[in-house]
């Protein structure tokens, strides 16, 4: 494990929901980048498991120990065993259905990975019925109250970047993070795109950041078929660095945007990709907007996870950056990069259209007002408590 990362050690809110699972589950997957923090947290859910043991797949030495899995998980039944980056051996999981089985008891195993359940094919296969999944992102907003927020939007959440002496430090880190991922975890997946490829592909898309899809001019750019631009945009999305928001398909006599939007879901990741530094740079950057609104759609989808997400965006350009549906309720939610936000005649076009139960305007701004009787507006702090409270 790593003792270095416990003495910086920031609280997860993900904490208590792990242990619970493990509590009432045989199996947990924490899924999430790299880096995110994923084994730091696993230690700290070992803690509160005195009889655990802990094997990274990535080190040769843990890896041999499992050459006879079966055998293996016999003699240490009575642990729970945490598997740190599981997508090294999916032949595993055929294993760990076996025990998991003729054990029949919760918190067996708590498994880290570093790709979808859908690039882990055998573990959705293999475990159904047998273990719970999480995402762990990068730092949020509630987590990380006490740092200023256009710190933690310039350099993003991964813990590294974040939590680093200086911005120039930061970025560093950042762009070694990028080249890691595409010349080596990408390959290590068992896909075989060259990095410069994926690289300027990626670049692409923060350049194409909350804008609409448009598959076949991203295409020509690359000089590939669009067939392999969805491709390579379900594996940055199983890989958990982009996010697809797929447009709102409710009943209207509209004419509506099929296309999904893109976002780059951590922000440092998005500046490092765009040559962003510094909070200065990223004030005068045509993205500053765009950047804005996939940093506050990032901390409100994963704090909502049972809410459906998607935008509204008409042919004719009406819009909604946010619509939220659950149990037959509906929040809209435009975001502006101004402290004094407004609404533009299309998006109040699209309030009356969707008819939601309330619409909310969520800018850096320091307090709550009302914008209209029907439009509230909110920082950031303060959106995802009030939905929370309103819509329980």
Request: glycine share 6%; proline share 5%; hydrophobic share 40%.
């Amino acid at each position: 494990m790593y003792s270095s990362d416990m003495q910086g050690y920031r609280e997860r809110t993900l904490l208590s929901d792990v242990v619970k699972r493990l509590h009432n589950n045989p199996a947990v997957v924490l899924l999430g980048a790299r880096q995110v923090g994923k084994s730091t947290l696993a230690e700290m859910v070992m803690t509160q498991f005195p009889d655990s043991m802990y094997l990274d797949l990535e080190r040769l030495s843990d890896l041999n120990k499992l050459a006879d899995a079966e055998a293996f998980f016999q003699q240490f039944q009575d642990k729970m065993i945490c598997l740190d980056e599981i997508q090294r051996a999916p032949e595993l999981f055929s294993v760990l259905r076996s025990v998991i089985d003729r054990h029949r008891r919760n918190g067996q195993f708590l498994l880290l990975g570093s790709a979808s359940r859908e690039l882990i094919k055998q573990s959705s296969e293999s475990l159904a019925g047998r273990v719970s999944y999480l995402e762990v992102t990068p730092f949020m907003r509630r987590e990380t109250a006490d740092i200023d927020i256009n710190q933690l939007w310039l350099r993003g959440g991964y813990p590294r970047s974040l939590l680093n002496r200086d911005d120039e430090a930061s970025f560093q880190w950042r762009e070694d993070y990028i080249r890691t991922f595409l010349e080596r975890d990408i390959p290590q997946l068992g896909f075989q795109i060259p990095a410069n490829t994926l690289g300027r592909f990626w670049r692409m898309l923060a350049h194409c950041h909350g804008q609409i899809l448009n598959a076949s001019k991203l295409a020509d750019s690359m000089a590939v078929s669009g067939h392999t631009i969805r491709k390579y945009i379900d594996l940055l999305e199983q890989t958990f660095v982009v996010r697809a928001l797929q447009p709102w398909a409710g009943n209207t006599k509209k004419r509506l945007i099929k296309s999904p939007k893109v976002y780059i879901r951590d922000s440092g990741l998005l500046h490092a990709l765009l040559d962003i530094e510094a909070m200065d740079q990223l004030f005068a950057h045509p993205v500053y907007g765009a950047s804005f609104e996939g940093f506050v759609i990032e901390n409100m989808l994963t704090q909502l996870p049972r809410w459906q997400a998607s935008f509204y965006r008409t042919a004719s350009g009406t819009e909604i950056d946010l619509v939220l549906e659950r149990g037959g309720r509906m929040v809209a939610v435009e975001i502006k990069a101004s402290t004094s936000p407004k609404l533009s005649r299309g998006n109040r076009s699209a309030l009356e259209t969707l008819q939601p139960d309330h619409s909310y305007v969520v800018a850096p701004v320091d307090s709550v007002y009302p914008l209209s009787p029907d439009v509230s507006v909110m920082p950031l702090d303060s959106i995802v408590e009030h939905i929370k409270s309103e819509y329980p």
